[in-house]
T-cell receptor, first 115, second 110 residues
Framework: DAKTTQPTSMDCAEGRAANLPCNHSTISGNEYVYWYRQIHSQGPQYIIHGLKNNETNEMASLIITEDRKSSTLILPHATLRDTAVYYC????????????????FGQGTTLQVKP | DSGVTQTPKHLITATGQRVTLRCSPR?????VYWYQQSLDQGLQFLIQ???????AKGNILERFSAQQFPDLHSELNLSSLELGDSALYFC?????????FGQGTRLTVV
């Protein structure tokens, strides 16, 4: 499984964009980039995922570099409720992996949104 | 609400005992994953089942076992419990793309 590297912690002002980086230099061609977050001991929450194109949904945008070795999760207008640990995970395509596709969590980035 | 239900929410038991944690996935979720999160620790993958069969195994102790039933719900059995087994236990369920997590079972071993 490809490993990811994230900063331990980040701060963001409320209402500003939060940009969370992730390095995954050993990612292989059939692996997707997933982002989850965990708010204070709750179950992790799916945010977004992508393969090589940029993706956007109602929660966030995911920007993946052309060489796929890094990505950035963007929360466009951070609120206090976005304070959480954010996890960047690489996960193989379900068909290639034989429906294994387990999510291996690292230490993540603790994002603190401040008033 | 992810639609994945875990019971019980809280469990307090004594060392040496055995407990069973239950996970009810959403309709159509063939995969179920179990994770352990100790205090101030990361999420550790324990085991995955896919349509009733064990598909992947992580850092699961021999004292722990799991199974997935024909209705796709899953149970995690923890036996000969030790103080160090106190943790949050999460299950996640998936139809193949996103995995949705339950709210966890907080196990306290005293």
């Amino acid at each position: 499984d490809a490993k990811t590297t994230q900063p331990t912690s980040m701060d963001c002002a409320e209402g500003r964009a939060a940009n969370l980086p992730c390095n995954h230099s050993t990612i292989s061609g059939n692996e997707y980039v997933y982002w989850y977050r965990q708010i204070h001991s709750q179950g992790p929450q799916y945010i977004i995922h992508g393969l090589k194109n940029n993706e956007t949904n109602e929660m966030a945008s995911l920007i993946i570099t052309e060489d796929r070795k890094s990505s950035t999760l963007i929360l466009p207008h951070a609120t206090l409720r976005d304070t959480a640990v954010y996890y960047c995970i690489v996960r193989p395509d379900k068909i290639i992996s034989g429906n294994t596709g387990k999510l291996i969590f690292g230490q993540g980035t603790t994002l603190q949104v401040k008033p | 609400d992810s639609g994945v239900t875990q019971t019980p929410k809280h469990l307090i038991t004594a060392t040496g005992q055995r407990v069973t944690l239950r996970c009810s996935p959403r309709s159509g979720d063939l995969s179920v994953y179990w994770y352990q999160q100790s205090l101030d620790q990361g999420l550790q993958f324990l085991i995955q089942y896919y349509n009733g069969e064990e598909r992947a195994k992580g850092n699961i102790l021999e004292r722990f076992s799991a199974q997935q039933f024909p209705d796709l719900h899953s149970e995690l059995n923890l036996s000969s419990l030790e103080l160090g087994d106190s943790a949050l236990y999460f299950c996640a369920a998936s139809q193949g793309v996103e995995a949705f997590f339950g709210q966890g079972t907080r196990l306290t071993v005293v």
